[in-house]
Structure formats: structure tokens, C-alpha cells
T-cell receptor, first 112, second 116 residues
Framework: SQKIEQNSEALNIQEGKTATLTCNYTNYSPAYLQWYRQDPGRGPVFLLLIRENEKEKRKERLKVTFDTTLKQSLFHITASQPADSATYLCARSGTGANNLFFGTGTRLTVIP | NAGVMQNPRHLVRRRGQEARLRCSPMKGHSHVYWYRQLPEEGLKFMVYLQKENIIDESGMPKERFSAEFPKEGPSILRIQQVVRGDSAAYFC??????????????FGSGTRLTVV
């Protein structure tokens, strides 16, 4: 089956440091990988999308990489702030298939 | 420009009753998806619809669950004869579809179903 896994269930880091979250996939290369943020009691919010022919994407303090050799995406938050504390979800999709399949998420806590 | 609207936000049903969850996609979006999220678990795909068509229902339980997205009106996720195990948060999302304009899903705030 086509799995997507987020290695860490929880990650605690000090304010100001860079948070790095990992997403691994197996069995096939998705056309897109996407990252979402979810706060308690709320729906996920789309952050970034990276295509399989892109190595890196940036948006303000966020950076996503896509390594098709390692079958991995890394999500970085630089200069982290307590307001960045949330659960971050990785999701994959396939060419011609519009469905998204989500990992279980990594709960990030930024400590002041 | 309203986002994805889901109602109700909270729904309590007794075992054996029916639950109807509604979702109006974002303006300009023609693709609708339903997901279920159990406490401390990830989002599980249920069904993907376009207007008047079910595109993929591979994540939907075969019995008691159905979904529709009529030509007019919101998408409806219907759960018949609810059981305690159906208690969860149900999220609806919409998108424009794949291509250069594709910019991820927009999710609603969810419906929290509690079966008592």
C-alpha cells in the first residue's frame, strides 16, 4: 500500500531555533507533497505544496524540500515562535488522482 | 469570500438515529472531499465528489454511510443508524483540482459528531 509517515509524534524546540519535521513515503512517488497546519478543534490549513520536479519551496519562514531518491520531504520553520505551536500534517497526492492522503501529524511545541 | 462552510459544528445523536452533515465548498471550487478524524489520529479519507458524481468512495464504510453533491446545494454526508464508533470529527475540504492553479485544499471547521 502507499504509505505516508511522519516520524515524530511530538517535537519540542526552543523559541528562535529551526524546527525540522520529516515526512516519508513508500511504494510510489507522489506528484505532490503538501503540508498543513492544524490547531486543536480546527480544520487543517494549507501551508505549502511542492511538486515532484521541485527540490525546494519557500514561503516566509517556511521551507519545504522534496527528495525523490530518499522518498522524503522535510518541512522547516526558521526563527520559530510560540505561535507556531500546532500539529503539522504531511499529505501526498498522485498524478491524475485528486485525493490527498495524510500522515498522522507531528505536534510541534515551541517553548518560550 | 467565505471559505468552506460546514454545519452543524456539533451534532449529538442517539444510537440508531441518522446523522446528516452538510458542506458548502468555497466559491469557485468544484471538488469536495470528506475526511474523518478520531481523537489523537490522523485524517482518514472517506470520499471525493464532484457535482452529481462520486469520483472515489474507497474510504467510505460500505454500510450506513453515503455521500452526495447535488447540482444545487451543499454536499451531504449521511450516516444511518449511528453507533458509538461513529463519534468523530468530520471534515469537508474543497479544491479547484490539479494543475497550475492547484493550491491545496481548503478545509471547513468540521462537524463534531457525538453518539450517545
Amino acid at each position: 500500500s502507499q504509505k505516508i509517515e511522519q516520524n515524530s509524534e511530538a517535537l519540542n524546540i526552543q523559541e528562535g531555533k529551526t524546527a525540522t519535521l520529516t515526512c516519508n513515503y513508500t511504494n510510489y512517488s507522489p506528484a505532490y507533497l503538501q503540508w498543513y497546519r492544524q490547531d486543536p478543534g480546527r480544520g487543517p490549513v494549507f501551508l505549502l505544496l511542492i511538486r515532484e520536479n521541485e527540490k525546494e519551496k519557500r514561503k516566509e519562514r517556511l521551507k519545504v524540500t522534496f527528495d525523490t531518491t530518499l522518498k522524503q520531504s522535510l518541512f522547516h520553520i526558521t526563527a520559530s515562535q510560540p505561535a507556531d505551536s500546532a500539529t503539522y500534517l504531511c499529505a501526498r497526492s498522485g498524478t491524475g488522482a485528486n485525493n490527498l492522503f495524510f500522515g498522522t501529524g507531528t505536534r510541534l511545541t515551541v517553548i518560550p | 469570500n467565505a471559505g468552506v462552510m460546514q454545519n452543524p459544528r456539533h451534532l449529538v445523536r442517539r444510537r440508531g438515529q441518522e446523522a446528516r452533515l452538510r458542506c458548502s465548498p468555497m466559491k469557485g471550487h468544484s471538488h469536495v472531499y470528506w475526511y474523518r478524524q478520531l481523537p489523537e489520529e490522523g485524517l482518514k479519507f472517506m470520499v471525493y465528489l464532484q457535482k452529481e458524481n462520486i469520483i472515489d468512495e474507497s474510504g467510505m464504510p460500505k454500510e450506513r454511510f453515503s455521500a452526495e453533491f447535488p447540482k444545487e446545494g451543499p454536499s451531504i454526508l449521511r450516516i444511518q443508524q449511528v453507533v458509538r464508533g461513529d463519534s468523530a470529527a468530520y471534515f469537508c475540504a474543497s479544491s479547484t483540482g490539479p494543475g497550475q492553479e492547484y493550491s491545496g485544499y481548503t478545509f471547513g471547521s468540521g462537524t463534531r459528531l457525538t453518539v450517545v
